[in-house]
């Protein structure tokens, strides 16, 4: 697991509306370059990073598919993650991103996945991370990473949009190492 790059993280400016889109836009071009196609698992962004890609006219055809699995059940119905693995490493946990992120690409016509779980708000008093820490996991077929963000305590909104910034700049990275630029 790596900390997300600085440039992913934009040192605690919450993102505006233009800034998400854009984001969503340069990601969706890059796969569309590459003729690939994205999934994404979401807990904490409850599919606002789904919603912001099919907002993006002329390049929603990337998104394969977006899961919401806000509860335990959620991610074991849809994804088939062991609750097992949620009752030891926590909900918000690194294991749990990286099996959101291999699991929905897996299940997908799609070569590359984000998965995305986290606290937008109050932290769980039995979870060992705060509110604002959030996990990005990220996979291609061979290979899948996870990042950890950490925005400390804000409003819901304002960690949603800046897990789902993050996630979409890693995104974007990880498919610009993959066509090699």
Same mark, same amino acid.
């Given at each position: 697991?790596?900390?997300?790059?600085?440039?992913?993280?934009?040192?605690?400016?919450?993102?505006?509306?233009?800034?998400?889109?854009?984001?969503?836009?340069?990601?969706?071009?890059?796969?569309?370059?590459?003729?690939?196609?994205?999934?994404?698992?979401?807990?904490?962004?409850?599919?606002?990073?789904?919603?912001?890609?099919?907002?993006?006219?002329?390049?929603?055809?990337?998104?394969?598919?977006?899961?919401?699995?806000?509860?335990?059940?959620?991610?074991?119905?849809?994804?088939?993650?062991?609750?097992?693995?949620? =009752?030891?490493?926590?909900?918000?946990?690194?294991?749990?991103?990286?099996?959101?992120?291999?699991?929905?690409?897996?299940?997908? =016509?799609?070569?590359?996945?984000?998965?995305?779980?986290?606290?937008?708000?109050?932290?769980?008093?039995?979870?060992?991370?705060?509110?604002?820490?959030?996990?990005?996991?990220?996979?291609?077929? =061979?290979?899948?990473?996870?990042?950890?963000? =950490?925005?400390?305590?804000?409003?819901?909104?304002?960690?949603?949009?800046?897990?789902?910034?993050?996630?979409?700049?890693?995104?974007?990275?990880?498919?610009?190492?993959?066509?090699?630029?």
């Amino acid at each position: 697991m790596t900390e997300a790059p600085e440039q992913d993280r934009d040192e605690r400016v919450v993102p505006d509306s233009a800034q998400l889109t854009a984001a969503a836009r340069a990601l969706l071009a890059m796969l569309d370059s590459m003729d690939w196609r994205l999934a994404t698992a979401e807990s904490c962004t409850g599919g606002f990073l789904s919603s912001l890609l099919t907002d993006v006219e002329g390049l929603s055809h990337c998104l394969d598919r977006g899961y919401v699995c806000y509860s335990v059940a959620a991610k074991h119905d849809m994804l088939g993650i062991d609750p097992g693995l949620i =009752d030891e490493q926590g909900a918000v946990s690194e294991p749990v991103a990286r099996a959101l992120a291999e699991n929905s690409l897996c299940l997908a =016509d799609a070569q590359l996945s984000l998965g995305i779980t986290g606290f937008a708000g109050s932290s769980d008093p039995d979870e060992s991370e705060g509110a604002g820490v959030a996990y990005i996991g990220v996979a291609v077929p =061979d290979q899948s990473w996870v990042y950890r963000v =950490d925005y400390g305590e804000r409003p819901r909104r304002d960690i949603r949009n800046m897990v789902t910034l993050a996630a979409l700049a890693i995104g974007l990275r990880t498919a610009r190492d993959r066509r090699g630029d």
